[in-house]
């Protein structure tokens, strides 16, 4: 158990090793923008300088760059590169249903899940973004070693059945990332992304699951038991259930999109079968705004 | 009823497969047991509920499978039968006879036979018709009864060592009364009298079927003797192609076991029923033979029985005159020669000599003194039923012998002198022989006029002279007397047994004689009237198999019908024992011949072979049982429960798996005797041998390094079973608990010590009680050596050449150190050799080496090389396992190289010689 942060961190670091440093984009600009040292790459409040440009309508007169317009005939405004840091805050479900492979050369959701989001914060860190834990446990820093302390807490295991989204601890206008297989209660999940709403928190719902959980092949008569024992649900044909089962597997991932798209989050899903650059590829886009709905 | 090639004893059971689909909707509705499943989507399914109350559906294979299961059930107990033997186009409730010969010939396909019977019973039994068998070897009155009740008593059935007599044909035919039944006739091929007669009973009653195989039939005549050969004649029913036979002689060998003492092949011509053949065998063997028999051939007409009159009886002859050379004529023994040498095989020697061999009859002519040890002993024999036959002459006439008491040798007193009628110096005639008296052995013979006797021995008139005199002169003195002695008896002829004092041994009486007094066999068969009067008692009697039966329960058989009266249950044929011989009663007498049966044509005959006829049902039966067990197995595996298929491999190879000692049978005596290969005695210890093995392993790869002996890997040995010639060097582990070796492997083990192996007794307890009896293994050890060849032992003196063939040793230590190691004690004139450190000890090598110190201990090394045992603590103790080490190849040394170490103290001396 002790050699497990360092397993996963040194797979994390393999994976995030086959990407370009990841840049959150960062589309608020708010109280709690904490700059730091790697500009944004496009103009907006910082030390360094990124272009002038010509002045446009609604650009007040003290924005003038005199010195520059003086050297020519229009008049330029100066603009500074952005420089912030962003926070990225985790939520990696440990609860017992993520503790679920149908086959033995899956791995479980719950390693598939963290895999990815210490990737993810690999990548991040490694961009030069904070990245924390939501709840106290882990706040946000930079630094190699805060990937170390992610990775120990990450591999902590839930007691419960079903997890529940931890929105406390959200700094209001940081980016968050929900890994789960959001099988349990939605309620919750709801209520948290209305709270990240409420604080101008934007972020990512990933999805993890089996792929006996996307194609339920039971037949016969059998019984049902949640991997914490708590649930238990009886059939005496399984293949009956299975297209309801299926329908509400969809209604479970329509709302849960529904729900993300409300509050401009990503949802996505993505299955242990599946290999986890996918999901991280996924991830990145997401989280560096490009093109994600 | 039939379906194809298949019918049914009891069809209506078919019935029931029509419930079938009732059974398949039903099995249908059984739910399978539900399968647990952890599956965290279970929130998803709260609260949904089944659409259908009807269970899922068992798989169809599954279905397919019970309804296979029950079918075969079904179809099992309708009792399917394959090839139902239905030989009657439509099944008629007749009754039927079966008729069987029941005879020696029929032994022969008895096998076959009874197997026809079951079939033709069982289709009865199927037809619901009543049987009655007839034996007609032994036939009874018919009873009727179910088919089930004589296929009970079928596998009691035996044929009859004879045939059935014209009699028995005549008796059974008249039992048959007045009812109609079909009738099976098993014939055995053989034509007899009353065949036809039967025949014409059981047609005039139904339909008849006669089945006989078609297999030639051989069987053996009696042996006749002729020229000292034995003339053997084998007969076969019909004449076909050229047929060899072989004919075997059995009897028992020196030890008592019957074996096969001869053979002798024989060949049928083609169109031939008759083969000879003549085997010459020695004397000694002939009167061995008890039976001959055509090989292969096991029925009761196969086998001939010898009897007495194969047999030759020894004779010694013994005169008292030897020096009468080239005077053959007169001769004390050249009539008796004469006389004896066409039936018996004479002896000749001394009598000390002779008495050992055990003759039946020994003659001694005009004997007179015998030494007191030749006399215990010659009447020591003649107590335990020798014959003893003297005859008088001069010099028993001019002895003190019997004189005034009767000798224990000798039937009568004698007077002295004897006398001499009809010759030149005295009166009278001649005087000729008085016929034979009833109780005379002698009654009957005719008596020559021309043999007259002129001189005899006379006996003096005692009381018991009446009773023992077989023979009279006509003057009324006794010319034979004859007294019994033990089991045996003496008989003594007054007479000479050349023709000095009489013309009797010229004459064709005294060859009569001696055939009476069974001193020579008769070659011939006695004539049914020479036996009337006498009644024989079957000593063993053949079966219808050939083979032999004790035969002295049966109640005994008058001489006169044992000749030439027909077999039958009263007259089997076997060994009959009369007053004083024996003869046997073949199957087939001398002059008879096999005769083919020969049926009208109105009479169907079938062979015995037909298609079998199979009970299907235990077959079904077991395959329902299979199909229900694969029932189980799926089952369990669509209810999740069978073992996952790991850990049911790995089950399956534990019990696989099982530990064992790897044994010398494994390895070949070619490998073994190429290499060295250091043996251990198995204990029955497991962990004890296993120990033994690691430190042999050990103990080859030090000599592997160190020096140019390179073993193989070492064996363990069981005394009982291994050879152990292979092995220089026996490690033996005492045990407290070992058992004891067989007297089959001490007589090994000391086999293997005298030529040259050696045994290292190992107490293993730091010969603590200094091989006294009070430590466990020291008295198990006092135990197991004690039947061994073991020299007298000294602890290993400090110049012995155990202590310098590759080392040099002072001690001997294994896990123990520091205990004496006795080995062979040096001889006492063992000396100093000149000059050398040390004495010419033994010349060969100890055959035993005994200590404690637990040397496989210190050797042992497992399969990495790394020592196996802890010995002593630190440099100290490894210092210990490296002398043990190093005494181990000095123990091998020794052993390979023998006294050649011993003998390099010579060396100096030899140079030296050399030198000069």
Same mark, same amino acid.
């Given at each position: 158990?002790?050699?497990?942060?360092?397993?996963?961190?040194?797979?994390?670091?393999?994976?995030?090793?086959?990407?370009?440093?990841?840049?959150?984009?960062?589309?608020?600009?708010?109280?709690?923008?904490?700059?730091?040292?790697?500009?944004?790459?496009?103009?907006?409040?910082?030390?360094?300088?990124?272009?002038?440009?010509?002045?446009?309508?609604?650009?007040?007169?003290?924005?003038?760059?005199?010195?520059?317009?003086?050297?020519?005939?229009?008049?330029?405004?100066?603009?500074?590169?952005?420089?912030?840091?962003?926070?990225?805050?985790?939520?990696?479900?440990?609860?017992?249903?993520?503790?679920?492979?149908?086959?033995?050369?899956?791995?479980?959701?719950?390693?598939?899940?963290?895999?990815?989001?210490?990737?993810?914060?690999?990548?991040?860190?490694?961009?030069?973004?904070?990245?924390?834990?939501?709840?106290?446990?882990?706040?946000?820093?930079?630094?190699?070693?805060?990937?170390?302390?992610?990775?120990?807490?990450?591999?902590?295991?839930?007691?419960?059945?079903?997890?529940?989204?931890?929105?406390?601890?959200?700094?209001?206008?940081?980016?968050?990332?929900?890994?789960?297989?959001?099988?349990?209660?939605?309620?919750?999940?709801?209520?948290?992304?209305?709270?990240?709403?409420?604080?101008?928190?934007?972020?990512?719902?990933?999805?993890?699951?089996?792929?006996?959980?996307?194609?339920?092949?039971?037949?016969?008569?059998?019984?049902?038991?949640?991997?914490?024992?708590?649930?238990?649900?009886?059939?005496?044909?399984?293949?009956?259930?299975?297209?309801?089962?299926?329908?509400?597997?969809?209604?479970?991932?329509?709302?849960?999109?529904?729900?993300?798209?409300?509050?401009?989050?990503?949802?996505?899903?993505?299955?242990?079968?599946?290999?986890?650059?996918?999901?991280?590829?996924?991830?990145?886009?997401?989280?560096?705004?490009?093109?994600?709905? | 009823?039939?379906?194809?090639?298949?019918?049914?004893?009891?069809?209506?059971?078919?019935?029931?497969?029509?419930?079938?689909?009732?059974?398949?909707?039903?099995?249908?509705?059984?739910?399978?047991?539900?399968?647990?499943?952890?599956?965290?989507?279970?929130?998803?399914?709260?609260?949904?509920?089944?659409?259908?109350?009807?269970?899922?559906?068992?798989?169809?294979?599954?279905?397919?499978?019970?309804?296979?299961?029950?079918?075969?059930?079904?179809?099992?107990?309708?009792?399917?039968?394959?090839?139902?033997?239905?030989?009657?186009?439509?099944?008629?409730?007749?009754?039927?006879?079966?008729?069987?010969?029941?005879?020696?010939?029929?032994?022969?396909?008895?096998?076959?036979?009874?197997?026809?019977?079951?079939?033709?019973?069982?289709?009865?039994?199927?037809?619901?018709?009543?049987?009655?068998?007839?034996?007609?070897?032994?036939?009874?009155?018919?009873?009727?009864?179910?088919?089930?009740?004589?296929?009970?008593?079928?596998?009691?059935?035996?044929?009859?060592?004879?045939?059935?007599?014209?009699?028995?044909?005549?008796?059974?035919?008249?039992?048959?009364?007045?009812?109609?039944?079909?009738?099976?006739?098993?014939?055995?091929?053989?034509?007899?009298?009353?065949?036809?007669?039967?025949?014409?009973?059981?047609?005039?009653?139904?339909?008849?079927?006669?089945?006989?195989?078609?297999?030639?039939?051989?069987?053996?005549?009696?042996?006749?003797?002729?020229?000292?050969?034995?003339?053997?004649?084998?007969?076969?029913?019909?004449?076909?192609?050229?047929?060899?036979?072989?004919?075997?002689?059995?009897?028992?060998?020196?030890?008592?076991? /019957?074996?096969?003492?001869?053979?002798?092949?024989?060949?049928?011509?083609?169109?031939?029923?008759?083969?000879?053949?003549?085997?010459?065998?020695?004397?000694?063997?002939?009167?061995?033979?008890?039976?001959?028999?055509?090989?292969?051939?096991?029925?009761?007409?196969?086998?001939?029985?010898?009897?007495?009159?194969?047999?030759?009886?020894?004779?010694?002859?013994?005169?008292?005159?030897?020096?009468?050379?080239?005077?053959?004529?007169?001769?004390?023994?050249?009539?008796?020669?004469?006389?004896?040498?066409?039936?018996?095989?004479?002896?000749?020697?001394?009598?000390?000599?002779?008495?050992?061999?055990?003759?039946?009859?020994?003659?001694?002519?005009?004997?007179? =003194?015998?030494?007191?040890?030749?006399?215990?002993?010659?009447?020591?024999?003649?107590?335990?039923?020798?014959?003893?036959?003297?005859?008088?002459?001069?010099?028993?006439?001019?002895?003190?012998?019997?004189?005034?008491?009767?000798?224990?040798?000798?039937?009568?007193?004698?007077?002295?002198?004897?006398?001499?009628?009809?010759?030149?110096?005295?009166?009278?005639?001649?005087?000729?022989?008085?016929?034979?008296?009833?109780?005379?052995?002698?009654?009957?013979?005719?008596?020559?006029? #021309?043999?007259?006797?002129?001189?005899?021995?006379?006996?003096?008139?005692?009381?018991?002279?009446?009773?023992?005199?077989?023979?009279?002169?006509?003057?009324?003195?006794?010319?034979?007397?004859?007294?019994?002695?033990?089991?045996?008896?003496?008989?003594?002829?007054?007479?000479?047994?050349?023709?000095?004092?009489?013309?009797?041994?010229?004459?064709?009486?005294?060859?009569?004689?001696?055939?009476?007094?069974?001193?020579?066999?008769?070659?011939?068969?006695?004539?049914?009237?020479?036996?009337?009067?006498?009644?024989?008692?079957?000593?063993?009697?053949?079966?219808?198999?050939?083979?032999?039966?004790?035969?002295?329960?049966?109640?005994?058989?008058?001489?006169?019908?044992?000749?030439?009266?027909?077999?039958?249950?009263?007259?089997?044929?076997?060994?009959?024992?009369?007053?004083?011989?024996?003869?046997?009663?073949?199957?087939?007498?001398?002059?008879?011949?096999?005769?083919?049966?020969?049926?009208?044509?109105?009479?169907?005959?079938?062979?015995?072979?037909?298609?079998?006829?199979?009970?299907?049902?235990?077959?079904?039966?077991?395959?329902?049982?299979?199909?229900?067990?694969?029932?189980?197995?799926?089952?369990?595996?669509?209810?999740?429960?069978?073992?996952?298929?790991?850990?049911?491999?790995?089950?399956?190879?534990?019990?696989?798996?099982?530990?064992?000692?790897?044994?010398?049978?494994?390895?070949?005596?070619?490998?073994?005797?190429?290499?060295?290969?250091?043996?251990?005695?198995?204990?029955?210890?497991?962990?004890?041998?296993?120990?033994?093995?690691?430190?042999?392993?050990?103990?080859?790869?030090?000599?592997?390094?160190? =020096?140019?002996?390179?073993?193989?890997?070492?064996?363990?040995?069981?005394?009982?079973?291994?050879?152990?010639?292979?092995?220089?060097?026996?490690?033996?582990?005492?045990?407290?608990?070992?058992?004891?070796?067989?007297?089959?492997?001490?007589?090994?083990?000391?086999?293997?010590?005298?030529?040259?192996?050696?045994?290292?007794?190992?107490?293993?307890?730091?010969?603590?009680?200094?091989?006294?009896?009070?430590?466990?293994?020291?008295?198990?050890?006092?135990?197991?050596?004690?039947?061994?060849?073991?020299?007298?032992?000294?602890?290993?003196?400090?110049?012995?050449?155990?202590?310098?063939?590759?080392?040099?040793?002072? #001690?001997?230590?294994?896990?123990?150190?520091?205990?004496?190691?006795?080995?062979?004690?040096?001889?006492?004139?063992?000396?100093?050799?000149?000059?050398?450190?040390?004495?010419?000890?033994?010349?060969?090598?100890?055959?035993?080496?005994?200590?404690?110190? #637990?040397?496989?201990?210190?050797?042992?090394? #497992?399969?990495?090389?790394?020592?196996?045992?802890?010995?002593?603590?630190?440099?100290?103790?490894?210092?210990?396992?490296? /002398?043990?080490?190093?005494?181990?190849?000095?123990?091998?040394?020794?052993?390979?190289?023998?006294?050649?170490?011993?003998?390099?103290?010579?060396?100096?001396?030899?140079?030296?010689?050399?030198?000069?």
């Amino acid at each position: 158990m002790t050699d497990a942060p360092v397993i996963l961190r040194s797979r994390a670091e393999a994976e995030a090793a086959r990407f370009p440093p990841l840049l959150a984009r960062a589309e608020q600009l708010a109280g709690s923008v904490l700059l730091g040292e790697h500009g944004r790459r496009r103009s907006g409040m910082g030390d360094d300088f990124w272009q002038y440009r010509p002045v446009q309508e609604g650009d007040q007169r003290r924005m003038i760059d005199w010195r520059r317009s003086a050297r020519s005939d229009a008049e330029f405004v100066r603009e500074r590169e952005w420089q912030i840091a962003q926070s990225v805050l985790l939520w990696v479900d440990g609860a017992a249903s993520m503790r679920f492979s149908s086959n033995k050369a899956l791995p479980e959701k719950a390693d598939r899940a963290r895999l990815i989001a210490l990737a993810a914060a690999v990548l991040l860190i490694r961009g030069g973004e904070r990245v924390g834990l939501t709840g106290s446990a882990v706040p946000p820093r930079r630094g190699q070693a805060q990937i170390m302390r992610l990775a120990t807490v990450l591999t902590q295991d839930d007691a419960q059945d079903y997890g529940v989204p931890e929105a406390r601890g959200m700094l209001p206008h940081s980016r968050a990332v929900f890994v789960s297989d959001f099988l349990g209660d939605v309620a919750p999940v709801r209520a948290a992304l209305a709270k990240a709403a409420d604080r101008g928190v934007r972020g990512v719902l990933l999805q993890i699951l089996d792929p006996d959980e996307e194609a339920f092949p039971f037949r016969g008569r059998a019984i049902f038991q949640s991997i914490g024992g708590t649930l238990a649900h009886e059939t005496l044909k399984a293949n009956d259930l299975r297209d309801r089962y299926l329908q509400r597997l969809a209604d479970r991932k329509a709302e849960l999109a529904t729900l993300a798209s409300a509050v401009g989050w990503h949802f996505h899903t993505h299955h242990t079968s599946n290999s986890a650059q996918s999901a991280l590829l996924w991830l990145y886009r997401a989280l560096s705004g490009g093109g994600v709905r | 009823m039939t379906l194809g090639p298949i019918g049914f004893a009891a069809p209506w059971l078919l019935v029931t497969l029509a419930l079938l689909p009732i059974l398949w909707v039903l099995l249908r509705a059984v739910p399978p047991a539900p399968v647990r499943r952890r599956f965290p989507g279970v929130a998803l399914l709260l609260g949904l509920r089944d659409e259908d109350s009807v269970t899922d559906r068992t798989p169809w294979w599954l279905l397919l499978l019970r309804m296979l299961a029950v079918s075969a059930v079904i179809v099992g107990m309708a009792g399917p039968v394959l090839n139902p033997r239905n030989d009657g186009a439509e099944a008629t409730r007749d009754p039927l006879l079966i008729a069987l010969d029941g005879s020696w010939a029929s032994a022969r396909d008895w096998p076959v036979k009874r197997t026809l019977l079951d079939g033709i019973l069982a289709e009865a039994g199927r037809d619901g018709r009543t049987v009655a068998l007839l034996t007609l070897a032994a036939p009874e009155p018919l009873q009727f009864q179910t088919a089930e009740t004589w296929r009970s008593r079928l596998a009691g059935m035996q044929p009859a060592a004879w045939a059935p007599s014209d009699q028995m044909m005549e008796t059974a035919g008249a039992q048959l009364g007045d009812a109609t039944f079909e009738t099976r006739w098993l014939s055995d091929g053989l034509e007899r009298a009353g065949r036809d007669r039967l025949l014409d009973a059981f047609q005039a009653r139904g339909d008849v079927t006669i089945y006989e195989s078609s297999a030639p039939l051989l069987a053996l005549a009696p042996v006749q003797m002729s020229d000292g050969a034995l003339e053997l004649t084998a007969q076969r029913a019909r004449p076909g192609n050229t047929r060899d036979i072989t004919v075997q002689a059995l009897g028992p060998d020196p030890a008592g076991v /019957m074996r096969v003492l001869a053979t002798l092949g024989m060949t049928f011509q083609p169109g031939q029923t008759e083969a000879t053949g003549a085997l010459t065998l020695p004397a000694e063997l002939r009167a061995r033979v008890t039976r001959f028999q055509i090989a292969g051939q096991d029925h009761a007409g196969a086998v001939s029985l010898t009897d007495d009159s194969l047999k030759r009886r020894e004779v010694a002859l013994i005169a008292g005159r030897e020096d009468r050379e080239g005077l053959e004529l007169l001769s004390p023994l050249h009539y008796l020669e004469r006389a004896l040498a066409p039936s018996a095989d004479l002896l000749n020697g001394a009598l000390a000599d002779i008495l050992p061999a055990s003759p039946n009859v020994i003659v001694l002519a005009d004997v007179a =003194t015998l030494s007191l040890a030749e006399k215990s002993a010659l009447l020591k024999w003649t107590q335990n039923g020798g014959l003893l036959v003297r005859f008088a002459g001069p010099r028993l006439a001019a002895s003190d012998v019997s004189r005034t008491t009767e000798d224990a040798l000798m039937p009568v007193r004698l007077r002295a002198g004897g006398r001499t009628v009809g010759g030149a110096m005295s009166w009278g005639a001649p005087k000729s022989l008085a016929p034979f008296s009833e109780n005379s052995p002698f009654f009957g013979l005719p008596l020559p006029p #021309d043999v007259t006797i002129s001189a005899q021995v006379m006996a003096q008139p005692d009381p018991t002279l009446a009773d023992r005199v077989i023979a009279h002169l006509s003057d009324g003195t006794p010319l034979v007397t004859r007294k019994p002695v033990g089991q045996g008896q003496v008989v003594l002829f007054h007479v000479t047994a050349n023709a000095e004092w009489s013309s009797l041994p010229l004459s064709g009486l005294f060859v009569q004689m001696l055939e009476r007094l069974a001193i020579s066999a008769a070659a011939d068969l006695p004539q049914a009237d020479d036996l009337a009067g006498t009644t024989w008692q079957p000593v063993q009697v053949l079966d219808g198999f050939g083979t032999l039966q004790d035969g002295g329960t049966l109640p005994g058989v008058a001489g006169e019908t044992l000749i030439d009266a027909p077999l039958g249950p009263r007259l089997q044929p076997g060994l009959y024992a009369g007053p004083d011989r024996r003869l046997a009663r073949n199957v087939l007498g001398v002059g008879d011949a096999l005769s083919p049966a020969v049926w009208p044509s109105d009479v169907t005959v079938t062979g015995l072979t037909r298609a079998m006829e199979t009970p299907l049902a235990g077959w079904l039966l077991a395959a329902a049982l299979l199909l229900l067990g694969a029932d189980v197995i799926a089952a369990l595996a669509l209810s999740g429960r069978l073992l996952p298929t790991r850990a049911a491999v790995g089950l399956i190879a534990l019990l696989l798996v099982t530990p064992h000692v790897s044994e010398a049978q494994a390895t070949t005596a070619e490998t073994l005797s190429a290499e060295v290969t250091l043996a251990h005695v198995i204990t029955g210890d497991a962990q004890l041998d296993e120990m033994a093995q690691a430190g042999l392993r050990g103990l080859g790869e030090t000599l592997f390094y160190r =020096t140019t002996v390179e073993p193989a890997p070492p064996v363990a040995v069981n005394l009982e079973t291994d050879e152990l010639a292979f092995y220089p060097l026996l490690y033996w582990p005492i045990h407290a608990d070992q058992p004891t070796p067989s007297a089959n492997a001490y007589a090994k083990l000391n086999q293997y010590l005298r030529t040259g192996g050696m045994i290292l007794f190992d107490t293993r307890d730091a010969d603590i009680a200094a091989y006294s009896a009070s430590s466990p293994n020291g008295a198990r050890l006092q135990q197991l050596a004690s039947p061994l060849d073991i020299p007298p032992l000294e602890p290993v003196p400090s110049d012995h050449v155990l202590t310098r063939t590759f080392y040099l040793l002072q #001690d001997f230590p294994g896990r123990y150190a520091g205990r004496p190691v006795w080995v062979e004690a040096a001889p006492p004139d063992a000396e100093r050799a000149e000059g050398m450190p040390f004495r010419n000890l033994n010349d060969g090598v100890t055959p035993v080496v005994v200590g404690g110190n #637990d040397w496989a201990a210190a050797w042992a090394v #497992d399969t990495r090389g790394i020592p196996m045992y802890p010995v002593g603590r630190g440099y100290a103790g490894e210092r210990q396992r490296e /002398m043990a080490n190093r005494f181990g190849v000095n123990l091998v040394m020794h052993v390979l190289t023998g006294n050649y170490k011993s003998d390099q103290v010579h060396v100096p001396a030899l140079l030296d010689r050399l030198g000069q």
